[in-house]
């Protein structure tokens, strides 16, 4: 179902929906583009958010960008156990919701 061809029918978005995918894009670039935050941070956050949304193209795209920005694997690997403390974390902080008041 997941595979990075299926990309291909963003032109598809583009031809629909012009004017919102230009926003879109632009958008995207001023984001992701390197200022306060250089640009391999902001890929590494980006990776986080990927697995945090658990969008397979945003993995595969972001962590490609992380590494031509200089990421290193020790880096995307630190970046993937940020995601999974904090999923964790929710979890643990949600679950309070499930127990009675003694």
Same mark, same amino acid.
Request: charged share 20%; aromatic share 6%; hydrophobic share 50%.
């Given at each position: 179902m997941y595979e990075m061809k299926h990309l291909?029918?963003? =032109? /598809? /978005?583009?031809?629909?929906a012009p004017e919102a995918m230009k926003a879109f894009w632009a958008f995207d670039k001023a984001a992701l583009?390197? !200022?306060?935050?250089?640009? =391999?941070? =902001?890929? /590494?956050?980006a990776i986080a958010v990927a697995f945090t949304t658990q969008c397979p193209y945003c993995i595969e795209l972001h962590t490609g960008r992380a590494r031509?920005? !200089?990421?290193?694997?020790?880096?995307?690997?630190?970046?993937?156990l940020v995601t999974a403390a904090l999923r964790a974390g929710a979890a643990i902080t949600h679950g309070t919701h499930a127990m009675k008041t003694p």
């Amino acid at each position: 179902m997941y595979e990075m061809k299926h990309l291909s029918k963003i =032109k /598809l /978005l583009d031809a629909n929906a012009p004017e919102a995918m230009k926003a879109f894009w632009a958008f995207d670039k001023a984001a992701l583009a390197a !200022g306060a935050i250089p640009a =391999k941070y =902001k890929e /590494l956050m980006a990776i986080a958010v990927a697995f945090t949304t658990q969008c397979p193209y945003c993995i595969e795209l972001h962590t490609g960008r992380a590494r031509e920005a !200089g990421a290193s694997e020790q880096e995307i690997a630190e970046a993937v156990l940020v995601t999974a403390a904090l999923r964790a974390g929710a979890a643990i902080t949600h679950g309070t919701h499930a127990m009675k008041t003694p």
